[in-house]
């Protein structure tokens, strides 16, 4: 997830939109441990009606979509609006806006997996973190973000920041580059994008290679789909607001759905039409819901009203931290607790403490990173 600098005009109700979508992870990952050690041995039938009661307060994958989309239409508001920063003060910015704070919250899983790695569970998702001593290449790679590498060893969400980080350091020449382009184009050139990645990704997989970069190819096109929302915005606003509640309330429920559940839908198409990996067809039918959201939320007032609401936007103040540290609250409680207390009640602890430590995280840590990124972009 990419969160974004404060500017002049922020939207807050992106914010809070992008804390939803950060708890929808964390619940995500709930389920995924609770499928695979409380429900491992329950009937087929009783985990399929688990899935669908759950399914749409989990869409953990979905939400990374949403966070690519989001951080497109912000980042790229400066630009469109004449005031954009220079290449040096952006990446300066950037860099204290997300990486810092991921190196501390790196440091702190590293430490956690040094005192308390071991399987101690039957799920096999749980049972790829934290499972040995630690590797310190490993860590190298996960400082430096090269290579090819086990991401899910310390802290699996940050999976997403490899993307994140290569994106961000080109992202004033990608908006520069689709801002000459009419916006009908940029939406061509999304696309253009995917279809390489996709080609490319099956030749190699033919080859028995894989190449990493493959697939930051294709999460360049959902930033390219925000910029071209954000470009959009005002006309895409006024005619949502000329629509009646009724049929606004039509357009949500359209757009949810295609978030929620528009990849499960697409992927069996998918599969019936084509060998070729299915997700970057998948993903675009989630990018279009979460566009779709985006939309919604800065022209409805009653969605504003939700999202604006007092606690909804402190959750989305601090959703990247939220993102970074649930994981490492998560593996730790189980460690500590698991067979001592009911799983589900561990859970219900996770998500307390997770926001309190995350809050604290927030207001100590990424805060003061964020003040000195200003401050020392300022002297450039």
Same mark, same amino acid.
């Given at each position: 997830m990419i969160p974004t600098p404060a500017h002049r005009g922020r939207l807050a109700e992106l914010d809070s939109l992008r804390g939803l979508a950060a708890l929808s992870v964390v619940f995500g990952h709930f389920r995924t441990f609770w499928l695979q050690d409380a429900m491992?041995?329950?009937?087929? #039938? #009783?985990?399929?009606?688990?899935?669908?009661?759950?399914?749409?307060? %989990?869409a953990g994958a979905e939400a990374v979509i949403l966070f690519f989309i989001l951080s497109g239409f912000v980042l790229s508001i400066p630009a469109i609006e004449s005031r954009a920063q220079s290449y040096p003060v952006f990446v300066v910015r950037r860099i204290f806006r997300i990486y810092f704070p991921y190196l501390v919250a790196l440091s702190a899983a590293i430490l956690c997996d040094a005192l308390l790695h071991g399987h101690i569970t039957q799920s096999e998702w749980f049972?790829?973190?934290?499972?040995?001593?630690i590797d310190w290449r490993l860590v190298a790679q996960h400082v430096l973000f090269i290579g090819k590498y086990n991401t899910n060893q310390f802290d699996n969400p940050v999976w997403s920041l490899v993307h994140e980080m290569r994106i961000s350091l080109i992202f004033p020449l990608l908006c520069a580059l689709v801002l000459k382009l009419k916006p009908a184009q940029s939406l061509a050139f999304a696309?253009?994008?995917? %279809? @390489?990645?996709?080609?490319? !990704?099956?030749?190699? $997989?033919?080859? *028995? /290679?894989?190449?990493?970069?493959?697939?930051?190819?294709?999460?360049?096109?959902?930033f390219v789909l925000g910029i071209y929302l954000a470009r959009k915005r005002e006309r895409i606003s006024a005619a949502l607001r000329q629509l009646s509640k009724l049929k606004? &309330? &039509?357009?949500?429920?359209? &757009?949810?759905?295609?978030?929620?559940? *528009? *990849?499960?839908?697409?992927d069996g198409v998918a599969r019936l039409l084509? #060998?070729?990996?299915? !997700?970057?067809i998948t993903e675009w039918m989630t990018a279009l819901g979460a566009a779709g959201l985006v939309a919604l939320s800065l022209s409805s007032r009653s969605i504003q009203r939700v999202l /604006?609401?007092?606690?909804?936007?402190?959750?989305?103040?601090? #959703?990247? $931290?939220?993102?970074?540290?649930?994981?490492?609250? /998560?593996?730790?409680?189980?460690?500590?607790?698991?067979?001592?207390?009911? !799983?589900?009640?561990?859970d219900a602890l996770c998500l307390a403490i997770t926001l309190a430590v995350s809050w604290g995280f927030y207001r100590q840590i990424e805060i003061?990173?964020? @003040?000195? *990124?200003r401050r020392l972009s300022a002297k450039l």
């Open positions: 491992l041995h329950a009937s087929t #039938s #009783s985990r399929r009606v688990f899935l669908c009661l759950t399914y749409p307060f %989990c049972n790829q973190s934290w499972n040995e001593n696309a253009a994008l995917s %279809c @390489t990645a996709l080609i490319v !990704v099956n030749l190699f $997989s033919l080859q *028995g /290679l894989f190449n990493p970069f493959i697939y930051t190819l294709h999460f360049i096109a959902f606004r &309330a &039509a357009c949500f429920i359209l &757009a949810a759905l295609l978030y929620i559940y *528009g *990849g499960i839908f697409s084509t #060998s070729y990996n299915t !997700v970057f /604006l609401w007092r606690p909804v936007h402190i959750l989305g103040e601090m #959703s990247y $931290s939220v993102y970074l540290l649930h994981l490492i609250v /998560l593996f730790a409680l189980i460690h500590l607790l698991y067979g001592k207390l009911p !799983v589900l009640l561990i003061p990173l964020i @003040t000195l *990124g």
